[in-house]
Structure formats: C-alpha cells, structure tokens
C-alpha cells in the first residue's frame, strides 16, 4: 500500500487515462503529476528541440519508417517478457515502473514496441516516444524522458548478408572521407557473443551494420570542425547479443548515448519474422538535446515560458540562451517511519513531485538510521525548490512543503521529528 502515490485510502477505483477508464488495484502507483505529461507529446511539437532532434534523426534514415503515435500503456508483458527480460528483474518493481494496474504499465522503454512492429512487417523504422521511469530528481533526471529506437532486419539468406555487405562497403566509403575517429570493439567476443542460432559470421556483418549506421548519424549530429571521438563500448541487454552502449567525446566528457545490439532471435520469432536477422538501438532524446542546445536542466523541456520555447527554430540546432536563474530555497524534512515499514527514495520523490510539480529542483536524502531500541527508521530529505520561470515567495514555499508533510503524514503514517 506504500508505493501509491495516493492518500491512505488509496487511489480511485479507476482512473481515466487518454480517454478510456482503467480499474485500479493494490499496485496502482501512478500519480496525477504523471499523469497530466500524457497528452503532452513533446517529440511531435513543432520547434520543440525534442522533436527537431527526432526530425534530424528521422532525416539521416530516410529509407526508414516513422513510428511517433503508440500509445504509452502497455502490459509488462510487452514491456519485458517479449524482450526476455527474467521474472526478477529490478526494472519490474514497483519502485521503479509506473503501474495503473498489475496487467498495465507506461512503457519505460522504447523496445517496448519492437515486436509490434516487426510483426507489421516493418524491417527498417525509428520510433519515437514518451517513456515513463521512477527516478531521483535532479537536473538531469525527469520521471518522462523521451526515446527513439531504430531497428533494421535482413533475411538471414546468402542474399540477405550479401545486401548487408553491400550496404557496409558503401557506409564504409561515405565514413572515409569525414572527421570522425572511432574506438571500437569486436562486433563479437567471447565476452560478447553471437547468438547460439546464428552464424558467427552473420552476426558480425550485421553488428558492423548497426555500428556504421549509428557513427554516420552521430557525426550528422555532433559533427563539427574538430574531429568527433565516439567509442563502442561492450554492454548487456537482455533482448540483444551482442550489445553495444556508444559514447560520444563531447566538449571534454564521454557521454552515453544510447544502447543498442544484435536482435535476440526470441524477439523476431515472436514477432512472426524468424528467417530475419537485424540490430536495434535506443536513444534518449533529452541527453543530446542538453548537450547539443546546452539545454542545462531537464524541466526546461516541460516549460511553456516563451522566453524558453520562443528561443527554438524548426530543424536546426541552435544554443539556448538561459534567462536569469530565481533564487532557490531548500527545506529539509526529518521523520520516522511506522515500526517495520520503510519508505523507498522513488516513493519520496514522487510524493513531492505530484505535491510541487516543476518547482522542485532536487531532492537528496541527507540522513537515514534505524533506532537500535525501538527498531525503528528514521529519514531526513533536503527539497531544494526553485522555479525555471519566476521567484518563489517564502509563503509559497512554506505553503508547499506544508502539503508535502501532511501528504507524509497521511500516505505513509510517518511521525515527523
Ligand atoms: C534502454 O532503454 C534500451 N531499451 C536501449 C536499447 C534498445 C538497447 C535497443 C538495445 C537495443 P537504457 O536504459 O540504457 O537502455 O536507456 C537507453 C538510453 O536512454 C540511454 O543511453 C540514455 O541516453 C537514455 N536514458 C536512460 N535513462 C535516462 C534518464 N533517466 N533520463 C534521460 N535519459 C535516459
Ligand atoms: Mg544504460
């Protein structure tokens, strides 16, 4: 019952959600403050940065279809028994997925979909969207963010590697002549296998493929006058083998850019494609555009001020110019908790983001202990407040951090200190 992010009574029976009305149960954990981001679709406003990013994505492949209109609930099901992902995995939790129920979920990634559309069909397509996470605050950290995937699958045929080749000799030929320099690693090791049903061979055509398709797009993106470092780097995900994370050397740090892999062959098979062979990746749009625009705190992206959205063009990158940054005002909250319950971080954080919406800034937990006699924990949080758009009254944020006590009080019966 602690992790709605409701009242001790609970959430309503059922919630409306994008027009349809959904039943709650006991795992129910989605908040009003999430669920007014829905029908945001930030990734389809024109001279938002997220969706110019998208369009000079969706530009560098432009053999590939667009995906940008799938609904965000999906069953967990198909947010990770599809894509493999065990039974026990921690992405599964409560604390930190978004559930309107134990059979619906906001999908926390973009491969969410993959199987859908490759059962269209579809073999090469970028899909765009929302995804939803349970997470601290910070600057960089927003329980929305926005992914793109991509993906790209050849018959597992003599004439399906021969195109891969193909299209590998002429990405190579387009990469020889640019400023890009490139550290690699084997496209498969015995710490990074091919898949058992896969020819060693087949697999290593095709994650060549993945990797020249994604440096040609990187160097679109992050290209300039001085060469771009990017490094490969071996990963793990449950729904690719092998995996790659990429990393881009950008205004001196590596950044991570996205995830990406050799399909895993459950995945295709489900998707009614088993004679196909293919790589995906996934990106988060909001890590590039804070770099690219120098966009430096994530809740810009959700601001309506037009000193924010009227600083964008359609289809170009420009730097953000940031207006004057308001005064910030923390205040700290000390607790105990109710003998044998415990609070999780993401269960505070969401209780204060659905309290003060954007004007939280970060939280930190500053102190934790159990009392060694009575058993009992006890917790301090820092909530620093400030607002991207205006100054915060001391009333105000008294006011706010008052509800945030008595929502504390209420949702999780803690004893404040
Ligand atoms: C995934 O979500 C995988 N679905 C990616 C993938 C797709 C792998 C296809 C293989 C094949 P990960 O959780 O690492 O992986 O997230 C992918 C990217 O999303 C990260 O590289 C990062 O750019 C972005 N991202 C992840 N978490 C956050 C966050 N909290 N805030 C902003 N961006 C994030
Ligand atoms: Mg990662």
């Known amino acids: 019952r602690s992790c709605r992010g409701y009242s001790l009574h609970g959430p309503p029976s059922q919630l409306e959600i994008l027009g349809n009305r959904y039943q709650t149960d006991e795992i129910t ?16 406003r024109p001279k938002h940065p997220l969706h110019t990013l ?9 053999t590939f279809s667009h995906h940008s209109s799938l609904s965000p609930l999906v069953s967990p099901y198909k947010n990770f028994d599809e894509l493999s992902f065990p039974k026990d995995h921690p992405g599964r939790a409560v604390t ?25 069909g579809d073999d090469k397509w970028l899909l765009t969207a929302d995804v939803y996470r349970r997470d601290e605050i910070d600057g960089s950290h927003y329980p929305v963010f926005h992914q793109m995937e991509g993906a790209r699958i050849f018959p597992a045929t003599p004439n399906g590697m021969r195109e891969v080749e193909e299209d590998n000799a002429w990405l190579r030929s387009q990469l020889a002549q640019t400023n890009i320099v490139i550290e690699d690693v084997p496209h498969v090791a015995p710490t990074n296998p091919a898949q058992p049903t896969h020819d060693p061979a087949h697999s290593a055509l095709v994650a060549e493929n993945l990797k020249l398709s994604l440096n040609g797009m990187l160097l679109a993106l992050f ?57 995906a990746f996934g990106l988060g749009l909001e890590r590039i555009a804070m770099i690219l625009y120098s966009i430096p705190d994530i809740r810009l992206f959700w601001s309506e001020d037009e000193r924010f959205l009227s600083q964008f063009k359609e289809n170009k990158i420009s730097t953000f110019k940031p207006y004057s940054k308001y005064p910030a005002c923390s205040k700290d909250v000390s607790f105990w908790l109710p003998q044998g319950s415990s609070l999780h971080d993401n269960d505070f954080c969401d209780l204060v983001r659905d309290v003060a919406g954007d ?47 008595s929502r504390l009080r209420e949702q999780f019966g803690v004893e404040i200190r």
Request: a positive charge; aromatic letters at 10%; proline letters at 5%.
């Open 223 to 279: 290209g300039g006058s001085s060469p771009l470092r990017v490094r490969w780097i071996e990963a793990y995900f449950p729904f690719t083998s092998p995996s790659f994370e990429v990393e881009v050397f950008y205004r001196g740090k590596w950044l991570e850019i996205l995830g990406s892999g050799v399909v895993r062959q459950a995945t295709l098979d489900t998707a009614n494609v088993p004679n196909k062979i293919g790589w």
């Open 54 to 62: 998208r369009t000079l994505i969706e530009a560098h492949f432009p």
């Open 29 to 44: 954990n989605i908040t009003p403050s999430i669920l007014s981001k829905l029908p945001l679709r930030l990734h389809s």
């Open 96 to 120: 930190d997925s978004y559930y309107v129920n134990k059979d619906l979920m906001l999908r926390t990634h973009t491969s969410a979909h993959e199987v859908e559309v490759f059962r269209r």
């Open 359 to 405: 004007i939280v800034e970060d939280v930190k937990k500053i102190d934790a202990f159990v009392h060694p006699k009575t058993n009992r924990s006890s917790a301090c949080y820092r909530i620093n407040y400030r607002s991207m758009d205006r100054s915060l009254s001391n009333e105000e944020v008294n006011e706010i951090q008052g509800q945030v006590v």
